[in-house]
Each structure stands twice: as C-alpha cells, then as structure tokens.
C-alpha cells in the first residue's frame, strides 16, 4: 500500500458502518406480499437512490421471514452474480432481499453519501473477491473486513461534493455520447430515403450525365424473362393495397417501377428453402440461419436425401456469391449479402433467395430493400397469428424503383459514401463512451487517492477521529437484550 495523504488512516468498512442483509419471505404467503413496505432486489440498485421498488412486503413478511427493515440513509450493495458491487442508498426506509448487504455510517465518522462513492471505487476489488465460485460472490463478512482508506470527515465532505460535481458532468456526457446511435441509424434511413426517392441524385441528373432511361432498362429486363418463358404465377395471392402503393408520382421521370421479380436472373426466380432451422451438428447440409445475419456462419442440417424429388428441391435453393438473402418469416426483411464464402449452401423456409439480374446492380436492390419505404411494404404484406411472415408470391411482386443503370451506380457510390462517414462516426462514438466509461472510476480513483481536493492541516485526523467515535460508543449504555421489534432490530446493526 503506498503511502496514504495526510490525516488519512487505514480501516474496514466494519469499522465505519454497521452491517446487515435482508431475505427473502416465502412465496407461498400470499400475505407476505403487497403491503407497505418497499422490498428491494439486488438488480433495482441502478440509481443514486432507491425510493421506489417492483414489490412491496407487510409487516407480516418482516415479522415471520429474515426480511428486516433498513432506515433511509443506508447504503445497500449487491453480492451475489453479475451484480457483484452494484450499490445505491436507500431514499426510504425498505427492506431488502438476502443478495443485498447494507450499511449503515455510524454518525459522526461518514455519511450516506461518502460511504456510497466509495463503495463505488470497490467495487472492481469486491468483484475479484468473488471470483472461484459456480457463481460470484461476497458476503457480508468480507465487506465487513474489507480495508479501505478514510479521510477527516471534513475532508470527506469536500471529497462527496467534488465528485457530484464531477460525475454529473460525466453523466451529461453519457447522455449526449448515448443518443448519437439514434440519430445515425435515423441518418442511414434519411439517405435510403433520399436514395430510392431521386433525391440524392436529383443534382446528378441535372448536369446530363446519363441519357439512360428506366423504362427502357425495365422493358429489357421484362424481354429477357419473356425469352426464357416468364414467369411461374403460382397461387400466390395479390398484395394488399398498402403492400404495393409505389406510385410514379414518388420517382423521377426517368426513373420506372419494377416488381422484384422482373430484375432477377431469369430463369432462377425468387425461391425460398425447404430446410428448417434445428440444432446445429458437424455434418449434414450446410445452411444459413437468419438468426446469423447479418454475418457469414454457416449452420449444418442433417437432412436424409431419399429422392430425385428433394435433391432438385436442395439444387433449387442453391446459394450463389452475390445473391441477396431477404427474411421472410418472424423478423421480416433483414437482408445479408452473400459472399463468395457461402457459395453453395442452402436456405431454410424462413428466407428467400433474390439472384439480381446482370442488367441491374445488387448493390442498388439491397439499399433500396433496406429502405424504410420497402421495409414498410414487406410489413403490410405480413400474414399470418403465431408466425408472422410474407407470402413468396408478395415477395416476388414487391415493388422496387428501378433508376437508370448508371444512375443506379451513382446512388450506390453516394450511399457507400454517406454510410462510411456514418460508419467512421459510429467508431468514434464507440471509443469515446468508453473513455467516458472508464472516467467515472478514473475520477473515483483520484478522489480516493487523496488527489481531487487538497488537505487542510486543521482537519482533525481520520486515526484520531476514529479512536474517539470507538471510545464514544464502547461508553454508550448497552442496548438491552431481550426480544425487540423486527424494524427496531434492523436499525441497530
């Protein structure tokens, strides 16, 4: 331990507070639940101070259970699990369950508020003290025997003052670093809007760059199906109204409206697979999960091929690099692109498989997809109670905007732009919180370093003061023994 600031002295955290844990009444007491008094779980230490709690016990809970009641001004914290370290002080008087110890600062010695800050800046070492077990844990003894530096208590003060200035600057600047990611995803969405609209080309197009046209690459497109025997109608039904309410209105003259099925590969239409989704195993057919988008695993299925019928039903669904693969059940419209890795796996009944055709660029169809416009289609053609999902047939006639090729290009090149400097933002914003992150116990450390405000040599000494608050109370007339209320007990540990 290096040397400790002036006035300051070593102690536990048994010598600065007394000490107790709550419990649990049993579930199977009906009257033991819904009264007055507010019950606290380890997992509800997230604020500075708990005044309110998911559940509350009555007298009766505190009276036949290990349930005691703490005075406001305590300072609870969480031992067991992830919560390890967890701390906050009581706003009312409550009582807490078994994985919570609570400390009261015994007068004169700290306050509600030091001993919260700094069972704050322990919390890294309580964590460690609980490691080797099934599950993390600490217990009331080891908190008691805890060592920790105290300053005078007039240096406490200072040191409590400082930090609430301090942290709640932090805490600004959690806030504002917290709220970007919703302002970029509502960016990407702004300029896929832009994009499927016209109008992140719309200056493009004014300095005649293109002399391309949208109907005319839309009528090729409809002539190189029809050379290969148009399209299979099937018994898809038709999509609803608000499923295919594109208008030409929306799009710029040049610009045409395409089904989905019109710009695919002719003759590999929109398919979708014939495998489910199962325990994953070392062999069998290798498949795509939509649980893994977006991403680039590869799940495997064991399926027992035993007929022509279902091999041509696997060569059907058969992955190829650049083929878009569109969810179509449960969280409709995610998209992943696949690469040149996953050639040649297959594809479960929840997704189908949109092979771009040449004449139009895949980069275009998978932004224009991921649009909040197509999205919103996609969902108003949903069916179904316990699974949701899109009829293939929908799917196939879902209505694209179909720019011009070299337009489709320019949008492409602009998106990929925008969403870098997106992306090149987002990683900013992710180093940033976490040096906001690590700063709260950055400043915690320097407070309790002796480092964030300065000594005054007239404090009284904390090895003085403490040695007088123990003689005070070794004097103090002795409680009398006996059996004594349940919230009276609480109070005096």
């Keep these: ?97 078994q994985a919570c110890a609570v400390g009261a600062p015994i007068e004169g010695l700290t306050s509600s508020e030091f001993l919260y800050r700094l069972l704050q800046n322990e919390k890294d070492a309580f964590i460690e003290k609980g490691k080797g077990g099934a599950q993390p844990n600490i217990s009331q003894a ?55 609209s016209g109008q992140l080309t719309e200056e493009w197009r004014t300095i005649g760059v293109s002399i391309d046209n949208g109907h005319v690459l839309h009528h090729q497109i409809k002539e190189a199906h029809a050379a290969e025997g148009g399209h299979a109608r099937g018994n898809a039904s038709d999509p609803t109204e608000e499923a295919h309410d594109l208008s030409p209105e929306d799009l710029p003259e040049t610009w045409d409206i395409a089904e989905l099925r019109d710009i695919c590969v002719p003759g590999r239409p929109i398919t979708y697979g014939i495998l489910k989704p199962g325990p994953e195993l ?32 696997f060569r059907r669904a058969r992955l190829i690099a650049g083929d878009l ?6 969280s409709v419209g995610r998209l992943i692109k696949i690469p040149a890795n996953l050639e040649g796996a297959n594809i479960t009944q929840d997704t189908a498989r949109l092979s771009i055709s040449p004449l139009v660029s895949a980069d275009f169809v998978y932004w224009a997809l991921l649009a909040d416009s197509t999205q919103r289609r996609m969902k108003n053609a949903t069916r179904g109670v316990a699974v949701r999902g899109i009829n293939i047939g929908d799917v196939r006639a879902l209505q694209i905007p179909l720019p ?51 000594q005054d040599p007239n404090d009284e000494p904390a090895s003085v003061l403490l040695e007088r608050i123990k003689a005070q109370r070794a004097a103090a007339p002795k409680a009398k023994r006996g059996r004594q209320p349940k919230q009276e007990q609480a109070q005096l540990l």
């Design 1 to 97: 331990m290096s040397e400790l600031p002036s006035g300051w002295a070593r102690t536990s955290l048994g010598e600065i507070a007394t000490w107790g844990s709550g419990g649990t009444p049993s579930r199977s007491e009906p009257n033991f639940y819904g009264g007055s008094i507010p019950w606290i779980k380890s997992g509800e230490l997230n604020a500075r101070y708990v005044k309110s709690t998911e559940e509350n016990i009555t007298e009766a809970a505190v009276s036949g259970s290990s349930a005691k009641i703490f005075p406001a001004g305590s300072v609870a914290i969480a031992m067991y699990g992830a919560t390890i370290g967890k701390t906050a002080i009581l706003g009312v008087d409550a009582a807490t369950n």
């Design 142 to 196: 080891v908190i008691k025997a805890h060592e920790v530096s105290l300053p005078p208590l007039a240096e406490q003060t200072r040191i409590a003052q400082k930090l609430d200035e301090l942290l709640a600057q932090v805490d600004t600047l959690k806030a504002r670093i917290d709220g970007i990611p919703a302002l970029l995803k509502r960016f990407r969405q702004s300029v896929l809007a832009a994009a499927v």
């Design 325 to 330: 693969l569109l969810s179509i059940r449960g």
């Design 404 to 454: 011009p090729r070299a337009e489709q290009t320019e949008i492409v090149r602009c998106v990929d732009q925008l969403f870098a400097f997106a992306d090149q933002l987002e990683a900013k914003v992710a180093s940033a919180k976490s040096r906001i992150d690590h700063l709260t116990q950055s400043i915690l450390a320097k407070a309790f370093r002796g480092e964030l405000v300065p």
């Design 282 to 313: 070392d062999e069998g057919v290798p498949y795509i999960r939509v649980a893994d988008f977006p991403g680039n695993k590869l799940s495997m299925a064991n399926i027992k091929k035993t007929s022509s019928e279902i091999d041509e039903q």
